[in-house]
């Protein structure tokens, strides 16, 4: 049973740009992060744990409901929705 997957490039110039600004976020959060412990010590991590559990859980519930809700409302909508 030889199982065969045809690969394509769906990457358009639009992914590629969104990865990038991802990218320099990322990287600009991490060394910030990084420059605020270092000065502050270990309880800037109590501070900023909460608030990165509520952002996750909120991104976890617009990830959920985004697909059903996608069809007439735009994203800021379904936000508002859910709040």
């Known amino acids: ?21 991802a990218g320099v976020i990322g990287a600009g959060l991490f060394m910030g992060s990084g420059s605020v412990i270092k000065l502050a ?3 800037t ?10 952002f996750f859980m909120k991104a ?3 990830s959920e ?3 059903d809700e996608s069809q007439s409302r735009s994203l800021f909508q379904v936000i508002k929705i859910q709040q």
């Open 41 to 43: 010590g270990p309880s």
């Open 45 to 54: 991590i109590h501070m900023f744990g909460p608030d990165q559990a509520r």
């Open 65 to 67: 409901r985004w697909p």
């Open 1 to 21: 049973m030889e199982q065969q997957t045809h690969l394509q490039k769906g990457l358009k110039k639009r992914h590629m740009t969104m990865s990038a600004i």
């Open 60 to 62: 976890k519930t617009i």
